[in-house]
């Protein structure tokens, strides 16, 4: 099935600094959101977006909807080893059923 | 709000043998939907019910592949004569209108 372009795969970094990661689609979408997964659970939901151009804050994670509605970026800031999992991206149209297409996830890991 | 819950949480069977896998969704929300995930992908879509009806089905869910969700409350995914490329993990997500996905903790499936 359609999966969404998401960069980087995966990244290690050290406790403090900052993080970004963008999902790009070859289709447009009405809705974006960003979930994280730690493992053997399910994923949970971060950020939703729900227009162009709209920036979105949740604590330390700040989320963006591209204008051009193919694209989203996260970032997070200051980061701490709790921020360890795999993120997720996911694109959502209205109408039909309103599948909800997933990217293939950055894995996070952070060095304290 | 008990969140969404599936069972079992992990299940092992031998090939060629059915397995059945239970969600009980968030209790107001009208829409479920069952997502599989593969190590290192994001989750897939499979199939999507609107209260009692079956709307969607993934060209992923092959003959072997049955869901029900008779009340329109919790709902059911049986495979039949499963095959060492059914090991996934089977993950429930329910919501209410619009709303984003909530994921359950999902059922991993080990097919030996």
Redesign the interface.
């Known amino acids: 099935g359609q999966q969404l372009n998401q960069s980087p795969q995966s990244m290690f970094i050290q406790e403090g600094e900052d993080v970004s990661m963008n999902c790009t689609s070859s289709s447009i979408f009405n809705t974006w959101l960003w979930y994280k997964q730690d493992p053997g659970e399910g994923p949970v939901l971060l950020i939703a977006l729900y227009k162009a151009g709209e920036l979105t804050s949740n604590g330390r994670l700040t989320a963006q909807f591209g204008i051009t509605r193919k694209d989203s970026f996260l970032n997070i800031s200051a980061s701490i080893p709790s921020d360890v999992g795999i993120y997720f991206c996911a694109g959502q149209n209205s109408g039909g059923y309103q599948k909800v297409t997933f990217g293939i996830g950055t894995k996070l890991q952070v060095i304290p | 709000d008990t969140g ?1 819950s ?1 069972d079992p949480r992990h299940k092992i069977t031998k090939r060629g043998q059915n397995v059945t896998f239970r969600c009980d969704p968030i209790s107001e929300h009208n ?1 479920l ?1 069952w ?1 599989r995930q593969t190590l ?6 499979l199939t ?1 019910f ?1 209260n009692e009806a079956q ?2 089905k ?3 869910l092959s003959d072997r592949f049955s869901a029900e969700r008779p009340k329109g409350s919790f709902s059911t995914l049986e495979i039949q004569r499963t095959e060492q490329g059914d090991s996934a993990m089977y ?1 429930c ?1 329910s919501r209410e209108g ?1 709303s ?7 059922t ?1 499936l080990t097919v030996t």
């Not at chain 2, 290192?40 to 879509?45: I, K, L, R, S």
């Not at chain 2, 984003?100 to 999902?106: A, C, I």
Request: charged share 15%; net charge positive.
């Open positions: 969404v599936q829409r939907y997502y290192g992908q994001g989750p897939e879509f999507y609107q709307l969607e993934s060209r992923l993950l997500a619009n984003p996905l909530h994921f359950g903790n999902g991993r």
